[in-house]
Each structure stands twice: as C-alpha cells, then as structure tokens.
Nanobody, 115 residues
Framework: QVQLVESGGGLVQPGGSLRLSCAASGTSVSIYAMGWYRQAPGKQREMVATITTNGRTNYATSVKGRFTISRDNAKNTVYLQMNSLKPEDTAVYYC?????????WGQGTQVTVSS
C-alpha cells in the first residue's frame, strides 16, 4: 500500500522559511517523478514543483527562485524548501508520486503565511 505523508507545515511570517517533507512508504521516491502541489481556499490545485527521476526540476513561475524541491533516496523522502514566503503562498500543500501525471497523493499539510 502506497502512502505519502507530508509534514512541516505551519504558521510563518512573511519573509520566513519552511521546509516541507513527504515521506513515502510502499513505494520508492526514486522510481517515479515526484511533485508538490498546493490548493488555496476557493482555488484549483496548482503545481508548485516537480522533480524527475534523473533530478530535473520544474517550478511554477510564482515560486521560482524561492522554493527548492529535492529528494533523498536513502530516506525515501521528498522535500520542498520554501524561502521568502508571501501571504499568497498560503495553501494546503500536497505531495504526489508522478509529478504532472499523479498516481498517488498525500493528505496535505497547511501552510499559512501571515503577520
């Protein structure tokens, strides 16, 4: 049974940083592309960042230069380092296996950017 469990969300002030983690079980983060998506209230879920099996990364324009996706195969975990956070980054963040062709989703973790 494949499980993706996100953690690391919370409340942070504008300009702050958070690192989200996505721990996988029942599968390996190295054999498929992995992705982070987010969904703000009243909006559609949108792609934030993806990483392919060979390490190629892709970012939404709105987060490029601020967010970094990475993968630790030994820990079977994918990360999203988020710097210079803005109020518009507030959303539930979801990890998936498959990237832009999702196969499985995690349950999500809330990120709130507010002073």
């Amino acid at each position: 049974q494949v499980q993706l469990v996100e953690s690391g969300g919370g409340l942070v002030q504008p300009g702050g940083s958070l690192r989200l983690s996505c721990a996988a079980s029942g599968t390996s983060v190295s054999i498929y592309a992995m992705g982070w998506y987010r969904q703000a209230p009243g909006k559609q879920r949108e792609m934030v960042a993806t990483i392919t099996t060979n390490g190629r990364t892709n970012y939404a324009t709105s987060v490029k230069g601020r967010f970094t996706i990475s993968r630790d195969n030994a820990k079977n975990t994918v990360y999203l380092q988020m710097n210079s956070l803005k109020p518009e980054d507030t959303a539930v963040y979801y990890c998936n296996q498959g990237g832009i062709a999702p196969r499985y989703w995690g349950q999500g973790t809330q990120v709130t950017v507010s002073s």
